[in-house]
């Protein structure tokens, strides 16, 4: 008898929650990339039509679109790692019905908060008797 192989879900339950945060940081890092790709070709695009036919206005129009590609693109780059960094430690999505201390202690998904962290004792305090003076240095 022949196995019928089951397919692989293609939303796997624990990631639901981060579903629309993995579309977001994928479509930052397109974008991120797609800008990365598109400077070289700006680039050639104002030393061929702007400095090598001495167009003055070619040249600062293509550096303004090229200063503009790359303001996106630092942007994308700082949005996709702050996006990443949100799915690696777990959405506010899944966080909301906790309480914020329990949701930093316990990981995504399990439901369970953890005990607060015990306190730390206070620090010793020295007594007069094992300070030095200043005139004993």
């Not at 796997?12 to 990365?36: D, E, G, H, I």
């Not at 777990?90 to 914020?100: D, H, L, V, Y």
């Not at 015990?118 to 004993?136: C, I, L, Q, V």
Request: charged share 15%; with cysteine.
């Amino acid at each position: 008898m022949r196995r019928r192989h089951r397919a692989v879900p293609a939303d796997p339950p624990r990631l639901r929650p981060y579903r629309t945060l993995l579309v977001l940081l994928v479509a930052l890092q397109l974008v991120q990339t797609l800008s990365s790709l598109a400077l070289p070709a700006l680039n050639a695009g104002v030393i061929d039509r702007g400095v090598l036919r001495g167009d003055t206005g070619r040249v600062l129009s293509g550096g303004a679109a090229m200063a503009a590609v790359t303001l996106l693109q630092v942007a994308a780059a700082a949005a996709a790692t702050y996006v990443g960094a949100r799915v690696a430690m777990g959405s506010p999505a899944t966080c909301a019905p906790r309480s914020s201390a329990a949701c930093r202690s316990s990981p995504p998904g399990s439901g369970a908060a953890s005990a607060p962290p015990p306190s730390s004792p206070a620090p010793p305090t020295t007594s007069s008797r094992s300070r030095r003076s200043p005139s004993s240095s």
